[in-house]
């Protein structure tokens, strides 16, 4: 157990941090005395690795062999993100990478990247070794992503290294001596995977009037309404309007354009790239508009990556970055419609009335249609760049293999709003039976086109390390050392900077490719919490035996390569907030003195916190690598332990009556994430045939060790002991049948038909006390199935992937009847509900409104996720030949690949990782061609 | 040495470099913060002007009861509870749908819960500010009137508490810190007793009598011995004196007095009297423009000498947006809706229950002739009320099927489902929408529930004559003719059980909606007047010109002895076992 590392007497935390750039000179100073050695080193290019091979992985700051890995970490070539036509190449990541659990939420163009979890934590992203979230950019720029699981691979991330991270490499060029370019074009179509399913007008009104008989109030829809339903003789009056069919278009365009060209020669090697992208949504557009309404995402990028060798001893690069994401939307908001969607029975009004005004009434006065093609557009422009600049000076003239480095980052970004929308107005048709007239009632007020734009955030991030290093050979011995100082200052609006400052330092000791060892640490602190209070020490250690190199291991076994590693470590995270230490007072509720009124604002403090500290985790990763067969197979296995503490939650045994007023934040918590990850591949060629098979699993469990609950009378009722998230409600015990039998609710009366509440603690009556941890609490398990083949110029990839034991919670607007005060949609799923004569049904008796008791969290609305998709697959063509080679061109590929192919869950109704009704995850058909000169 | 300056030279660009990332800062600086523009505990009381805004958000406490729950204002839930008022949502959540169909259980609903948060959370923003405001700048006189205030509000807090659960835990002066913990249980009710008033006894002489200018509204001499009067009255009262509904001795003595002590009216009454004897505040009168017109308008004025503690408002339509029937709210306004109970306690203009044979009254005219307080705290078929469509006093029609404020069934939620809309205290010239802002504040407490107090604590005491002419002032004031005896319709010579049931109807119709029904039941432990009780209302059906009237049943209500006090929220309960729940959750 590490709770903390005392510093050497006379060192305090503040004279390390004071004196940081101090000793940094001192001892390059130090150094440069020495005197230099005769023989000339070789340049080391860790920090222009366009002339490593791929083989060699990034790993945070540096890079390593795979056969000489110590720490946990997870590997993926930029190359296997191509296949993904997205906008995120987060979307790419999907069951690639063991440990990486990926969540898709929304299939909005721009907004369809996915949610990342590493080991159960939202992982650090770094970009070139820079902490920068830069997803929405073209694969082709991406030469490797490595993820860093263990505390031995992050810890010189100090403040920032408990989550885990995902670090990104781009392309710096090409690894021997030439020139190439190439440009394809790519275009597709996308269609949402699964849109819900409402009723139609008639079975919605029929379902309503028994939901108002079930809870005792009379019909509003009468035989003739119901008969104006299902024949559909009277649009106007009795509309069924399919809104899904009346403002989506089935399908929506993908087109991309990029060029790339990379190069290297002498002494310098560079990589641009510029990509287009263009991604249409799915509403439809109107001809009454002179522009787009559709949700649109149009993005440019601009990357060059240059090295230069200045002289033998002195590198340089320059990496320039610049981008521009223009989204468009429909006036309304993209998500405002799928809301609306969701929540409008076919039946609420008519699109147009006969006079060709917007339908609407009292209850439904913003008309979908007119949400969609007539509230103008919203435009949002992301703009951002930044420039990274490093020189690395080879000082093996002075010592062999010693080397001096700096580097700094300035990223820039800006979001800006243009506002084009406009408000409709909406009109009810009044028909009087006697005359036939017909009058009709306005809601809403119609405005002109608005023209406004709005800054709506800028923010500027400064990153500078200065770093040193050291590597030598003697023998079987090899030594490699670096030490590194950086900071990281980020600003967003008027925030006062969000600062990082971090002293870290990597040593790696190898004998003979047998024995492993090394140690990282870092001493880093961040501004957000108190003076003398802001800095932490993260050491971590790890070591790795390469069995297979000793001597007493068979030279023609079939294993080739077996290794075990083991790390530990202590890893923090900041989670400051905002000065959050300090307990601030504000406006609060005032009061109106005097004869005439004078108001007094009252002050109070706003959140009672007490954060004192950073959150910690203790992380044990033991691994094992084993290939065999000739290197032609491998499998790798990884368990991990990862212990957190001081939380930042509520704390929740603290009493109203010292008077708070909120629940105190402080750092309390205690989780335990653990699991195992199992990687395993073959690949093979025979004659002109080539082929891998690859796959892993993640088994991810989790576990509350504290979590300052009060003392409950059950203990089902505590939530210490389960998984971190555990979903947690009523047991579902069936219907309260026919004659009623026995179910006492706290607030409420049950009828034939409520879902019956187990009654846990037997007190006759179903309250709070009756509920306890619901769906499967079995570790969550993800998994991915990569395999393709080559053949002559053909190839075909497939990825596999899938998640089990997960539970979804079916709540909401889009899984129950007529919420939202009785106004919301009803779907194919409530007709088979209980009735007198259906008391076999999968649905409780329906209600109009919210039912307090059939509508509130309980084992009936959980499922499991869990699902299988083919989410990726390419077939591609390359085609090469001396024609082509006569005109410059090296190859042709021709490509067609898809994303979201086919899903396979036991869910019906909507997609497992899209519930809420949120724009659709897509599927997306595309194909295109690259030609490479 | 040509090659090791070049190395030099270049090792030390980079050195620059580095350094230059840093900026113009020194390391030693690059985490420092370079200014607040947030205020803490030090800031806020090392400013005059910031002590006096933490002083308000404390004054904001006394909201209480009235603070935004599930449906705009517990005084509407608890309203609804009792035979006042029926709730227009049917909606099985609702915490007075809840209670009046028996099915409450304490931990279902969070409304109470949020009630004990607030009233501790205001009693530490009083501690702190006694805490800290000896070292504010505030002038010496200041500091020490403010403590008194802030005294004062805390006793107040208590006071609700203790209306609410009975003994609660005295906190005492203490500001507890982030990392105390609740221990200890509640006090009796007997020290929550003696330390509240002994805290009043202590404010009371030296706070002013009254306040002028920008510090109108403040609490004074006369509110602290007000607050006095009510707490003992509580006190006295059936429930707590000696009448808890616990079976375990030592819950008994923390929900009221362990036993029955007739005395104790003796001190409410002249606690009451000492109020009185100020002879600063009186009713407001005005019988010459209309007929109880000095009590419709007392509660639209922001000044007024019958106030004692008033909840300061700016201007507002706080109770119109919850009440105004459909035509003069919006449309998912009407809240509460008067019963027939409420409106039937109203007697005749000469002072006389409609159920003596000598009032006059007609059940084939029921609104004509009435008390004239009736036609200014209730909404009935054809009152006139100013209407935003024409700018104009137009009727608002509730009979069966008038559109749209006709009556209709409980289980529609459209309208009211009395025949009744709420108006008191309301303005007829300012509906919800269309009329501007009233200027009222909410009583709190006023001098004509001061006198209903005395004359209870007169009455029980047998001192029937001084209770009656209480009532005498209450009903000359409402504009009830005197009649040829001067008794306003009282009988002569009424017993001390009749006199009791006169002052409770008195203060069902003086007081409705003002938030004394339900705890008045509750300490007259008088559960039975709500429990098994169908509330009712008028159905009138227009036929021509003319209407017929028929009552209906609204909804039965349920009070189950349980409800005599509130549960303390499970939580805390859960948290501190020494903290024993009330009899009965």
Redesign the interface.
């Known amino acids: 157990m590490i709770h903390a590392i005392k510093l050497p007497e006379g060192v305090s935390p503040e004279s390390i941090r004071r004196d940081m750039p101090v000793l940094l000179l001192l001892m390059l100073l130090a150094l440069l005395a020495l005197p230099a050695s005769s023989q000339a080193g070789t340049a080391t290019r860790d920090s222009l690795p366009a002339g490593d091979s791929l083989k060699i992985y990034p790993i945070l700051y540096q890079r390593q062999s795979p056969g000489n890995l110590v720490e946990s970490i997870g590997h993926l070539k930029g190359k296997k993100l191509e296949s993904t036509a997205a906008t995120f190449i987060n979307t790419g990541f999907s069951g690639r990478i063991a440990g990486l659990f990926t969540s898709q939420i929304s299939g909005e163009p721009g907004n369809d990247g996915v949610n990342l979890r590493l080991r159960g934590l939202d992982p650090l992203i770094l970009v070139d070794g820079v902490p920068r979230s830069l997803l929405s950019v073209n694969p082709e720029q991406i030469e490797s992503v490595t993820v860093l699981k263990d505390a031995l691979s992050t810890a010189m991330l100090g403040m920032r290294s408990m989550n885990g991270a995902v670090l990104i490499t781009t392309r710096k060029g090409l690894h021997k001596t030439g020139f190439n370019l190439d440009v394809t074009a790519h275009t597709g179509t996308s269609s949402p995977l699964k849109l819900p399913e409402p009723l139609s007008a008639f079975d919605y009104a029929t379902l309503y009037n028994e939901a108002l008989g079930n809870d005792g109030k009379p019909a509003i829809y009468t035989q003739e309404d119901l008969n104006a339903y299902q024949s559909g003789n009277d649009p106007f009056g009795h509309p069924n309007v399919n809104w899904y069919d009346r403002v989506l278009e089935d399908h929506a365009s993908f087109n991309r354009y990029v060029l790339n060209a990379e190069g290297s020669g002498k002494n310098l090697n560079y990589f641009v790239s510029l990509d287009y992208l263009n991604q249409q949504g799915l509403f439809s557009n109107s001809s009454l508009n002179t522009y787009s309404t559709n949700s649109e995402y149009q993005r440019y990028i601009f990357r060059s990556n240059v090295g230069v060798q200045i002289n033998p001893t002195l590198s340089m690069y320059i990496n320039l970055f610049g981008r521009i994401r223009d989204q468009n939307q429909p006036g309304s908001g993209t998500e405002s419609i799928f809301n609306a969607l969701s929540t409008t029975p076919f039946n609420a009004y008519p699109a147009l009335n006969p006079d060709g005004s917007l339908g609407g009434n009292v209850n439904y006065n913003n008309n979908i249609y007119g949400q969609s093609v007539l509230s103008g557009y919203m435009n949002e422009v992301y703009s951002d760049g930044f420039v990274d600049l490093g020189l690395k000076k080879d000082l093996s003239a002075l010592l062999e293999g010693w080397w001096v480095q700096g580097a700094i980052s300035y990223n820039l970004a800006l979001t800006q709003e243009i506002d084009r929308s406009k408000d409709f107005e909406t009109f009810e048709m009044l028909l009087d039976p006697g005359t036939g007239d017909t009058t009709y009632n306005r809601f809403g007020t119609k405005s002109d086109q608005r023209n406004n734009s709005s800054i709506l955030a800028r923010s500027h991030q400064l990153y500078a390390a200065g770093s040193t290093g050291f590597s030598r050979n003697w023998g079987e011995h090899s030594l490699d050392a670096l030490l590194m100082y950086n900071i990281d200052s980020y600003s967003i609006d008027s925030d006062l900077p969000n600062r990082y400052q971090t002293l870290a330092a990597r040593l790696r000791y190898n004998i003979g490719n047998k024995y492993l060892l090394e140690a990282a640490a870092s001493y880093s602190g961040n501004n957000r919490y108190e003076e003398g209070n802001r800095f932490g020490l993260f050491p971590a250690f790890g070591a790795a035996w390469n069995m297979h190199e000793e001597d007493f291991f068979p030279e023609d076994s079939w294993i080739s390569a077996l290794k075990i590693r083991a790390s530990y470590g202590l890893t923090g995270n900041a989670v400051a907030g905002y000065y959050e230490y300090i307990n601030r007072y504000g406006s609060a509720s005032g009061y109106y003195f005097g004869t005439s009124v004078s108001r007094v604002s009252g002050r109070a403090l706003q959140v009672p916190r007490d954060i004192s500290t950073w959150e910690k985790a203790e992380k044990l990763n033991i691994g094992l690598d084993l290939s065999f067969a000739g290197k032609r197979g491998f499998i790798s296995a990884d368990y991990y332990r990862h212990t957190l503490k001081d939380l930042v939650q509520a704390r929740g045994r603290s009493s109203a009556i010292l008077g708070w007023g909120k629940d105190i934040i402080q750092n309390l918590g205690k989780d335990r994430y653990s699991g195992m990850e199992l990687q395993a591949g073959w690949n093979d060629r025979s004659g002109d045939l080539s082929y891998y098979i690859s796959g892993n699993m993640t088994m991810a469990g989790s576990e509350i060790l504290f979590n300052d609950e009060p003392d409950y009378p059950y203990n089902w009722m505590y939530r210490t002991g389960h998984q971190v998230g555990q979903l947690f409600g009523y047991v579902a015990d069936g219907f309260v049948g026919q004659a009623g039998e026995g179910m006492v609710m706290e607030g409420y009366q049950p009828v034939p038909g409520d879902i019956k509440y187990r009654d846990l603690n037997g007190d006759g009556v179903i309250n709070q006390f009756d509920r306890q941890a619901i769906g499967t609490e079995k570790p969550l398990i993800f998994y991915g199935l990569d395999l393709g083949f080559s053949w002559k110029g053909f190839s075909l990839s497939v990825l596999v992937q899938g998640v089990a034991n997960k539970n979804i919670m079916l709540t909401g607007a889009r899984q129950w009847e007529f919420q939202n005060d009785g106004k919301g949609q009803a779907y194919q799923h409530h007709l088979d509900r209980w009735t007198l004569e259906n008391t076999d049904a999968t649905y409780p008796r329906l209600s109009v409104g919210t039912n307090i008791s059939n509508h509130i969290a309980s084992s009936f609305w959980v499922r499991p996720g869990d699902y299988l998709r083919i989410k990726n697959a390419e077939i591609a063509y390359t085609l090469q030949n001396s024609w082509l080679g006569q005109v410059g061109i090296k190859h042709v590929r021709l490509f067609v690949n898809g994303l979201n192919l086919v899903t396979i869950s036991d869910l019906k109704r909507s997609d497992p990782e899209t519930l809420a009704g949120t724009y659709p995850i897509q599927r997306i058909i595309s194909g295109g061609l690259t030609v490479k000169f | 040495m040509k090659?090791?300056s070049h190395?030099?030279i270049?090792?030390l660009?980079?050195?620059l470099?580095?350094?230059a990332?840093?900026?113009c800062e020194k390391?030693?600086d690059?985490?420092?913060?370079?200014?607040?523009n947030?205020?803490?505990?030090t800031?806020?009381f090392a400013d005059s002007a910031?002590t006096?805004?933490?002083?308000?958000?404390?004054?904001?406490g006394l909201?209480i009861w009235r603070v935004s729950g599930p449906s705009n204002g517990v005084e509407n839930i608890l309203v609804a509870v009792t035979d006042e008022a029926e709730q227009r949502y049917p909606?099985?959540?609702m915490l007075e749908t809840?209670i009046l169909?028996g099915?409450?259980?304490g931990?279902?609903?969070s409304y109470i819960?949020d009630s004990?948060?607030?009233l501790?959370?205001?009693?530490?923003?009083a501690?702190i500010y006694l805490k800290h405001v000896d070292g504010s700048p505030l002038s010496a006189s200041l500091k020490k009137r403010t403590k008194q205030e802030t005294r004062f509000l805390r006793a107040y807090f208590y006071a609700r508490l203790m209306e609410g659960w009975g003994g609660?835990?005295l906190?005492g002066d203490t500001v507890?810190d982030?990392?105390?913990?609740?221990g200890g249980g509640r006090n009796t009710y007997a020290e929550c007793v003696d330390y509240v008033i002994s805290e009043l006894d202590a404010v009371a002489p030296d706070l002013p009598l009254t306040y002028?200018?920008?510090?109108?509204?403040?609490v004074t001499k006369g509110a602290a011995l007000a607050l006095k009067a009510r707490v003992l009255l509580f006190a006295a009262s059936p429930l707590y004196n000696g009448g808890s509904v616990a079976d375990k001795p030592e819950l008994k003595e923390l929900t009221a007095y362990p036993t029955h002590d007739p005395s104790r009216w003796q001190k409410a009454l002249e606690a009451c009297q000492a109020v009185v004897d100020l002879g600063i505040y009186e009713l407001e009168t005005d019988n010459e423009t209309k007929p109880g017109n000095g009590f419709y308008e007392m509660f639209l004025e922001?000044?007024n000498k019958e106030y004692i503690l008033a909840y300061?408002?700016?201007?507002n339509v706080y109770l119109e947006q919850f009440n105004m029937p459909p035509s003069r709210g919006y449309?998912n306004s009407y809240h509460r809706c008067p019963t027939q109970e409420l409106v039937d306690a109203f007697p005749m203009l000469n002072g006389k229950a409609i159920d003596d044979p000598t009032s006059g009254y007609d059940p084939a005219n029921p609104y004509e002739g009435r008390d004239p307080r009736f036609y200014y705290s209730i909404i009935y078929n054809g009152s006139l009320y100013f209407n935003r469509n024409g700018r104009a006093m137009k009727p608002v029609w509730t009979y069966e099927g008038a559109s749209p404020d006709g009556i209709v069934p409980v289980?529609?939620g459209g309208a009211t489902h009395t025949g009744y809309y709420y108006r008191k205290m309301s303005d007829e010239q300012i509906p919800y929408r269309g009329g501007g802002n009233t200027?009222r504040?909410l009583p709190i407490m006023r001098y004509g529930s001061l006198l209903l107090d005395l004359a209870e604590a007169a009455n029980e005491t047998g001192n029937i004559p001084l209770a009656l002419d209480q009532l005498i002032e209450i009903r000359k004031r409402a504009g009830i003719e005197p009649g040829g005896d001067s008794m306003y319709g009282l009988p002569a010579n009424p017993s001390q059980d009749e006199t009791r049931e006169l002052i409770r109807r008195e203060r069902f119709i003086e007081l409705a909606f003002e938030g004394y029904r339900f705890f008045d039941i509750r300490r007259w432990k008088a559960g039975d007047i709500i429990d098994e009780k169908y509330t009712h209302g008028m159905r009138i059906l227009k036929d021509g010109n003319d209407f017929t009237y028929e009552r209906i049943e609204v909804r039965k209500h349920v009070f189950k002895e349980n409800l005599y006090l509130f549960p303390i929220?499970?939580?805390?309960v859960?948290?501190?076992?020494d903290l024993l729940q009330n009899p009965g959750w």
């Open positions: 090659k090791l190395q030099l270049g090792s660009c980079l050195l470099l580095v350094m990332q840093i900026g390391a030693e690059f985490l420092d913060k370079k200014s607040t947030s205020l803490d505990e800031t806020v910031h006096m805004d933490f002083l308000g958000g404390v004054y904001h909201f909606a099985a959540g809840q169909t099915s409450f259980g931990t279902f609903n819960n004990w948060s607030f501790y959370t205001h009693i530490r923003l501690n609660v835990p906190m507890f982030l990392n105390s913990s609740a002028s200018g920008l510090n109108y509204g403040r922001r000044v300061m408002m700016g201007p449309w289980s529609s200027n504040c929220p499970f939580d805390e859960s948290i501190n076992r």
